[in-house]
């Protein structure tokens, strides 16, 4: 079960990114997000792409596993890439050869037929094969468009031209690339920092709002009870699944009301212990003397090393070229 | 008739190619009636893990298990054979013909293999004893009525008939606990296992479990599998021992022997039941012959008359 939730674990290797400061971990990486969503030149994005991926190289951390974090929003981004270069409309035609990239797809009788044909075979090799269930996706998308495009026999329904534009392949490119580059930054992020490093560097950067509100630490111990207790909970979940699959819950299959009664079968019980654990652990950490809002001492101080300050100086140039290099209108 | 497992393993991937066992080469057969076999071993040991592979809950990494039970006069066999990451599946009415699938739903092996988890009172989450008493009978059966007769000819049984209406958050640990369990044997299974039951009960709640498992046990026929750190248990209750090391089994046959055989008993770090504790150490102080391995009062209390005889009052 925990094989699954990829994005957002911690990977321990030693590493210098790893041994990074948690709160310039955290600000160079929202920084740099901001630069990001400024550019708008695919070769400017690819530059940064690349020399985020040079960096992941250094983690140690194997690549599939930020493969495997991209895997997650890979349908999102071919919808959104496939809607920009149907729909978008401006700029000129592109070109290959000489040729228009305009095609004509014929909705027949026959296509229609097909078209049903293949949904259901879709969701039936559902029931036999499993993985790669996008590309199975892909390729019955794709093999509805061909058989529209190619097999005309029989009288049309309707008719429709798909052209190409400069415009939406860029556009297309575009986002593709920005969220590529998003994704990996914030992988790199949590897979190269503990949670509760990630907690100490988050109200390390509040530390200086703190006339403001007093919240700021409250808050910070919120965030890192909530995420230390997120594997205990999906054990707790995992023992409860079992316990009723005991009982004769089958998980896999049932009708809808069969459905509500699991998901009820597992909420239940899941929300009485996490109910109990959260009296469990107020009452520990007050018999430990904690006091919510207090001045706290830590046992690892955070401290700035020569790597973080060299990080920061790259942030620093990193945006200044954005912002040099946007007043010049190249990016 | 019965449970058989043959050299099960069940294994985590740790890294490239390298397991790490969590249960490694079992063979066991279990019959499915007037067993009581008790587990124990250290923790880690691999015990709940055992268990759960029993009701295939878990599903094993090598190895072959094939579990016999009768349905509507029937002999069926659930075959679950692993190699590897492929595993196949199979239910057959005669062992003969059987024909294995990738995926088979093996729902009605766990109404046969009823399986209470530690802290059993987690998983109750109806409004009502009866109707969560009633869930487990109403999945197997898909009856309402027939589910309803059978919660409530448990809840007798269990001596749980008058908390029927009650909340079941609203009971004690030792009643959610018995509610919890007469949900599981609400479905009637032939084999009943249960990992570390009497954890956090009063005596007097842990006698009456064990006295009304006794029973199911010696009148119902039923095979009674329980786990247990608790010697004095594995003493009074238990006919037979399994005893696991770091997942493989090292010992398995009766209790008696089990307590005879130091090495077992070193290495496994156990111990043993207070009486014959008490009577080791009144034939050591007494020097006297004395059967030492006697695992109730009533017995241990005639050993002693027959040796001091009547020489001693």
Known sequence: MNDRIVFGQYINKDSWIHRLDPRCKIITLFLMMIGIFLIKNIYALLICLGFILLVVLTTKIPLHKFLRSFKMIAMLLIFTAFFQIVFNTYGEIVKVNGYDLTYTFTLTYLNLGIGILLIVLYFLLGKIFRKFRLIQFLIFVALIFLSEAFILIGPSIVSYTISIHENGLYTALMVLLRVLNLITLSALLTFTTKPTDLNGGIEGIFKPFKFMRKGVSIFAMMMSIALRFIPTLLNETSKILKAQASRGVDFNDGSFKDKVMQIVSLLVPMFVISYKKAEDLANAMEARGYIPGDERTRIYELKYHISDILVYIFLVLFLAAIIVLKIGGIV | ?313
């Open chain 2, 1 to 313: 008739m019965g449970i058989n497992l043959s050299e099960v393993n069940l294994a985590y991937l740790k890294e490239k190619k390298q397991y790490k066992y969590a249960i490694k080469d079992i063979n066991l057969r279990i019959d499915n009636e007037d067993e009581f076999i008790a587990i124990v071993g250290h923790t880690g040991s691999g015990k709940s893990t055992l268990v759960q592979v029993l009701n295939n809950l878990l599903v094993p990494t090598f190895g072959h298990i094939s579990i016999n039970f009768r349905e509507n006069n029937n002999d069926v066999y659930y075959n679950i054979k692993a190699s590897g990451k492929k595993v196949k599946y199979a239910i057959s009415k005669d062992n003969i013909n059987v024909k294995y699938k990738a995926r088979v739903s093996l729902k009605a092996l766990r109404k046969h293999i009823g399986l209470v988890f530690q802290f059993p009172e987690y998983q109750i989450f109806e409004e009502t004893v009866l109707k969560d008493i009633m869930f487990g009978p109403k999945n197997f059966l898909r009856d309402e009525n027939k589910a309803k007769e059978e919660a409530i000819k448990i809840a007798e049984m269990m001596n749980i008939s008058d908390l029927l209406d009650k909340s079941p958050f609203m009971l004690s640990g030792g009643q959610m606990r018995k509610v919890a369990i007469a949900g599981i044997l609400a479905s009637k299974p032939e084999v009943l296992v249960l990992d570390e039951p009497t954890v956090g009960l009063d005596p007097i709640a842990k006698r009456d479990l064990l006295e009304f498992l006794k029973y199911l046990n010696e009148v119902e026929h039923k095979t009674i599998i329980i786990i247990t750190h608790d010697m004095d248990v594995v003493g009074e209750y238990a006919k037979r021992t399994i005893v696991l090391n770091k997942g493989c089994i090292m010992y398995d046959g009766s209790k008696d022997e089990m307590f005879k055989n130091d090495e077992v008993i070193k290495t496994c770090n156990l111990n043993y039941p207070n009486i014959v504790k008490i009577l080791a150490n009144l034939k050591k102080k007494l020097n006297i012959d004395l059967d030492i391995y006697k695992y109730n009062i009533d017995d241990a209390f005639k050993e002693l008359n027959r040796v001091l005889g009547d020489n001693h009052e």
